[in-house]
C-alpha cells in the first residue's frame, strides 16, 4: 500500500524507491558459485568506511556461471533505482566466455572478468601477474606468491581474502599493473578477453569504489 504523507497525498512506489537511492551509489554484484569471487566482493563491501555505508552500498549475490546475465537482468528489474550492475567470472573452464560477456555489455550490464582466473588478479596485489594461461598453473603459482608474501597457507575460500590482501599487498599497484596488462593485450591486436591471458577488469570495479571513498574520506 503507498504511505500517505502528512499533506494527504499518497506517495507512488516509484517515488519512494528514489529517495532510497544511496548518495554515492547502489552496487549489485552477481559472482559465479565459487567461493572465492564472492568472499572478495564481500571484504570490497566491508571495507566501506562506516560513515559511508548508508551513502555506498553492495549486495553481493552468487548464481551459476551459466545463469550470471539472467540473474542480474532479473535483480535490474527487481530494483531499477539501483544503476549499478556487475557480474564478476572467471574463463577457467566455461566455453562460451566471450559469449556471457558479450551479452551482459549488450544489455548494459558492466563485467569484470578474469583470465585464466580470479588469481590472476590476486597476484597483482604483489606486483606481477605472470603469464600462466590455465587455472591450475594460475592457482598454484599464486598461493605461492601469497605464501611467501604472508607467511600463511593459500586457501580459496578464505573469507578474509580481501583484507589479507590489502594488508600484505598493495591495491593501487595492482590497479595499475590490471591497466597496463590490458593495454599491452590491444597493442598486439588481442582484443577478445578469451585471447587476453593474463588479464582482468576486476580492477575497474575496485578502483570505480575506492575512488568513490577517497573522494569522501
Known amino acids: 500500500m503507498p504511505r500517505v504523507e502528512r499533506n494527504g497525498k499518497r506517495k507512488t512506489r516509484d517515488q519512494m524507491a528514489k529517495r532510497r537511492v544511496p548518495e554515492l551509489g547502489y552496487y549489485f554484484i552477481v559472482t559465479d558459485t565459487k567461493e572465492t569471487e564472492q568472499n572478495y566482493m564481500l571484504g570490497l563491501r566491508d571495507s566501506i568506511p562506516k560513515e559511508l555505508q548508508g551513502k555506498l552500498v553492495i549486495k553481493v549475490v552468487k548464481t551459476a556461471t551459466k545463469d550470471l546475465v539472467d540473474e542480474a537482468l532479473n535483480l535490474a528489474s527487481l ?3 539501483f544503476g549499478e550492475i556487475w557480474i564478476v567470472f ?12 558479450r551479452q551482459a555489455r549488450d544489455r548494459g550490464i558492466s563485467v569484470g572478468w578474469t583470465n585464466p582466473c580470479i588469481e590472476a588478479w590476486f597476484n597483482a596485489y604483489f606486483g606481477e601477474m605472470p603469464n600462466y594461461q590455465d587455472s591450475v598453473s594460475c592457482c598454484s603459482g599464486f598461493s605461492t606468491t601469497y605464501e611467501r608474501a604472508t607467511r600463511q597457507r593459500y586457501v580459496k575460500s578464505d573469507p578474509l581474502i580481501y583484507e589479507k590482501l590489502n594488508r600484505f599487498g598493495n591495491e593501487d599497484e595492482a590497479i595499475s599493473l590490471a591497466e597496463r ?14 585471447e587476453m591471458c593474463p588479464c582482468t577488469t576486476v580492477h575497474l570495479l575496485v578502483g570505480e569504489i575506492k575512488s568513490k571513498i577517497k573522494k569522501e574520506t
Open 79 to 81: 530494483y531499477p533505482q
Open 90 to 101: 572467471d574463463r577457467d573452464q566455461v566455453k562460451n566466455f566471450d559469449e556471457i560477456i
Open 181 to 194: 596488462k590490458i593495454a599491452e593485450h590491444r597493442a598486439n591486436c588481442k582484443d577478445k578477453p578469451s
